[in-house]
């Protein structure tokens, strides 16, 4: 399982950089690059949610599930 955080795309359509949207949300734009790279392990629902008023968005529009190119291990 792969969740693919789409923030870069949503701050391009808005024209809006990285400083303005940390600073908007309350984050450092380190934790917000940690998140755009896919190295998170985990977004609390109220970071989500100030993102998602932040864009205008809904939480889909942020982050996406992809399946893994490994195929699951056969179950006996």
């Known amino acids: 399982m792969a969740i693919v955080v789409r923030i ?3 701050l391009a359509k808005r024209k809006m950089s ?3 949207f940390a600073e908007r949300v309350g984050l450092t ?3 917000v690059a940690v998140l755009k790279n ?3 392990k985990a977004v609390r ?3 989500l949610d ?3 008023r932040v864009l205008g968005c ?3 529009d942020l982050l996406e599930w992809v399946e893994d190119d490994v195929p699951a ?3 006996a």
């Open 8 to 10: 870069d795309v949503e």
């Open 18 to 20: 990285v400083g303005e």
């Open 29 to 31: 734009p380190a934790n």
């Open 38 to 40: 896919g190295r998170a």
């Open 45 to 47: 629902f109220s970071t």
């Open 50 to 52: 100030a993102m998602c």
């Open 58 to 60: 809904q939480p889909g």
């Open 73 to 75: 291990p056969a179950r």
